[in-house]
């Protein structure tokens, strides 16, 4: 029995492998071709300040493909870096995000501030900083309405060599963001080392932070840290009031998440803004 039992559950491990592995597979070959297709676009999340008001958006890539249905961005992005794919990959994101950004400021008049996810691989190609900054010129985007997010294995990978990257961007106004702050390998001296904006604090902490006095704890202390070191700190992840409430009795600047507004396309960016800055036009 013990063996039969024992058999079974290799066999269903190697099943799980081989599965996994032809799935990236197909993700990988099936990604080369999404640009061009036009299976890959942007969809946008709000922002909102302490005060109720609303402060800009993170821009998330999405993909719809025939073959492989609705693959999120964590599945892919991964896979992107890994098969040499994140250089176009990335330009299409800066690219479709500028453009579709500028749509929707100039259908209301009013400019907001833009958050980009930047990869790990992204970040690291050689001419990243240069282009980011040709392609905010192209579009007449100041680097003041923008900011890069980026996350803390990145940093701990390479300071050295991300420290002029960095400084480069910000001489030109562009703001940093760090990441789901809390989960990664971060060191406390590396955020005094590089030249860091803004504390986004993970997830996990906001959805434990109600339950778990730990989580609730630790979810502080990071509010504490990023005031501290003049940072804005912004909650994401936020599903409920009592989150919402929570985290601005901590001192947050910034939240996003469910409890506002999900994720949505720029059509949708548009009414959301405009019904959120003018409810009586
Ligand atoms: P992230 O940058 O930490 O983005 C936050 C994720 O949380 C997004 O998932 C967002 O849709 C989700 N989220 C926001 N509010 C809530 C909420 O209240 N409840 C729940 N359950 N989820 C919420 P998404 O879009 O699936 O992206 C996942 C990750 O993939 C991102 O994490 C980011 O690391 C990466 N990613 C997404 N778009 C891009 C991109 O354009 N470029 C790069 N390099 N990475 C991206
Ligand atoms: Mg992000
Ligand atoms: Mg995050
Ligand atoms: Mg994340």
Redesign the pocket.
């Known amino acids: 029995y013990e063996s039969k039992r024992l058999k079974n559950s290799v066999h269903l491990f190697k099943d799980t492998m081989q599965e996994r592995y032809l799935r990236n597979v197909n993700i990988e070959q099936a990604l080369r071709s999404a640009i061009e297709n036009h299976e890959l676009y ?2 946008y ?1 709000p922002q909102i300040t302490a005060d109720g008001t609303f402060y800009g958006v ?5 993909w719809n493909s025939p073959s492989l249905g609705n693959v ?3 599945a892919f ?1 991964p896979i992107a870096e890994a098969s040499g794919q ?1 250089p176009s ?2 330009r299409y ?1 800066i690219e479709t ?1 500028f453009a579709d950004i500028k749509q929707v400021q100039h259908s209301l008049g009013i400019t907001f501030s833009t958050s ?4 790990a691989r ?1 970040l690291l190609e050689p001419d990243f900083a240069t282009c980011f900054i040709e392609k905010m010129h192209q579009k007449d985007i100041k680097g003041i309405w923008l900011t890069l ?1 980026i ?1 803390e294995s990145l940093l701990i990978e390479d300071t050295p060599s991300i420290l002029p990257l960095l400084n480069a961007l910000k001489n030109n106004g562009v703001q940093l963001s760090m ?2 702050f809390g989960t990664g390998y971060s060191s406390l001296s590396m955020l005094r080392m590089l030249p860091i904006d803004e504390l ?1 604090i ?2 996990s902490f906001i959805d434990a932070a109600l339950t778990n006095k730990d989580a609730q704890q630790m979810a502080q202390s990071i509010v504490t840290i990023g005031k501290n070191l003049e940072m804005d700190v912004v909650a ?4 409920t009031k009592e989150q919402l409430e929570m985290l601005t009795r901590f001192g947050c600047d910034r939240f ?4 506002f507004a ?2 949505m396309d720029k059509e949708a960016l548009a009414h959301f803004v405009k019904d959120t800055l003018f409810p009586l036009t």
């Open positions: 942007m969809v999340q993170e821009a998330l890539i999405r999120p961005p964590d992005i994140m990959l990335g994101i995000t980009i996810n930047i990869s992204q997010e996350t990441d789901d986004k993970d997830k994401e992840g936020i599903e996003q998440g469910y409890y999900r994720p």
